[in-house]
Nanobody
Framework: QVRLVESGGGSVQAGGSLRLSCAVS????????MAWFRQAPGKERVRVAS????????YYIDAVKGRFTISHDDAKRSLYLQMDSLKPEDTAIYYC????????????????????WGQGTQVTVSS
């Protein structure tokens, strides 16, 4: 059974940092398109970043470029999101997601959607 389990969320002041982790069971993270999404209260869930097999064409939403870094570790079967210079508008529930179909270009565009999801971890940034 495929499971994605997020951890690392919490409360931090603006300007601070957090590192989210997503533990993946049943498959190597480099074989799948892996992504982080977030959903703020009253807003739609949006893709924040994605990565495919460590490819250099990592996707980031404009709002986090230069502040967030997505990475993965096959040996640990884990996906990470390093979040620096956090802002109050980064407050949201963050979800890990995985999609088995497609390659690097598909992952960058997100055209296949995402099949597997974690339960989410709360990130709260205070001003």
């Amino acid at each position: 059974q495929v499971r994605l389990v997020e951890s690392g969320g919490g409360s931090v002041q603006a300007g601070g940092s957090l590192r989210l982790s997503c533990a993946v069971s049943q498959f190597p993270v480099s074989d799948y398109c892996m992504a982080w999404f977030r959903q703020a209260p009253g807003k739609e869930r949006v893709r924040v970043a994605s990565i495919y097999n460590g490819d250099s064409s990592r996707y980031y939403i404009d709002a986090v470029k230069g502040r967030f870094t997505i990475s993965h570790d096959d040996a640990k079967r884990s996906l990470y999101l390093q979040m620096d210079s956090l802002k109050p508008e980064d407050t949201a529930i963050y979800y890990c997601a995985a999609e088995p179909r497609g390659g690097a270009d598909d992952c960058y565009s997100g055209r296949h959607g995402f099949y597997y999801w974690g339960q989410g971890t709360q990130v709260t940034v205070s001003s």
